[in-house]
């Protein structure tokens, strides 16, 4: 079979909404962006969750202590689920972790800096995890909007056309809705107390912009493509104003209001920021 054959048996199965179960059945070119898409998703689990582990210690109660301890056996979970599945597509999990280990926990040395869409090291996490998190209005924020925003993309990986992820995905997507809970039931707490409205507000606009920059630009060419594979089924502005429309419905009742976004590749020069 030539590659072009191979390839346009691969698209009809797509097209036909049949699931692709095994690396045979792949060209080179769906096995190269399906690795790419579940190692951003892994590494993103993984170093997510490093970032979490101090507040065990941190959080204000022992019920709390208790629930970002469960948090992070989740998200270590995650990973390892994606992990296994790269494993069965032939990529060297441990030859890739082993370099990044110690960056999977670093974070940025000033928590109010603005790195865009930038990368700082050679794993593929989103870059919100490079941002410090520094007091519990950080973490009851990041939970409330990049768990959120995790769960929109993780729609996507929910409908692609790699069985074996979408199955996976299934079991994923159950705890971080819990994940999701926990972060609505804070926001409400901080919002409601006087005492900590007002640094919750300031929280909240910063991770919220902070996630905003998560989903890529619109109408990437990129995005095109895991389109056309059926990696994905939106475009990255899509999944965006989906997120942006149900935290504006979660938190206009308690008085707060959305910060402006203004995306990176308006204020910065093309080659300042990683389109995805």
């Known amino acids: 079979m030539t590659v072009e054959e191979r390839e346009e048996r691969l698209l ?31 590494d993103s689990e993984l170093a ?11 959080a204000p109660t022992v019920e709390e202590k208790l629930v970002v301890a ?8 995650h990973a390892k689920v994606m992990y296994d599945l790269l494993a069965d597509l032939g990529f060297d999990v441990a030859g ?26 050679s794993d593929k996490r989103v870059n919100i995890f490079y941002y410090p998190i520094d007091t519990w209005a950080d973490f009851v924020m990041f939970n409330f909007c990049m768990d959120r925003g995790a769960g929109h993309q ?5 409908r692609s056309s790699y069985g074996p992820w979408v199955r996976a995905i299934e079991g ?37 912009i902070r996630t905003m920059n998560i989903f890529g630009r619109p109408g990437s060419p990129k995005n095109r493509l895991y389109q056309r594979l ?17 935290v504006q419905g979660l938190v206009e009742p308690l008085g707060w209001r959305l910060p402006e976004w203004k995306p990176t590749w308006e204020r910065l020069p093309e080659e300042a920021y990683i389109p995805g």
């Open 48 to 58: 997510g969750a490093y970032g979490y582990v101090p507040w065990i210690m941190k």
């Open 154 to 158: 993780l729609e996507d990986a929910r």
């Open 70 to 77: 469960q948090i992070v056996k989740d998200e270590v979970r």
């Open 96 to 121: 890739h972790i082993r370099p990044h280990e110690e960056a999977f926990a670093r974070r940025l040395d000033d928590p109010e800096a603005d790195i865009g869409t930038a990368r700082l090291s």
């Open 230 to 246: 059926g990696l994905k089924v939106r475009d990255n502005d899509e999944v965006r104003q989906a997120f942006r429309a149900e």
């Open 12 to 42: 009809a199965k797509i097209r036909a909404g049949e699931k692709i179960e095994s690396p045979e059945e792949m060209t080179e070119e769906y096995r190269a962006n399906l690795i790419h898409l579940m190692t951003m998703q892994a």
């Open 172 to 208: 994923i997507f159950k705890e971080e809705k819990m994940h999701i809970r926990h972060g609505e039931l804070w926001v409400k707490r901080l919002a409601e107390a006087p005492a900590t409205r007002e640094e919750g507000e300031r929280a909240f606009h910063k991770w919220f």
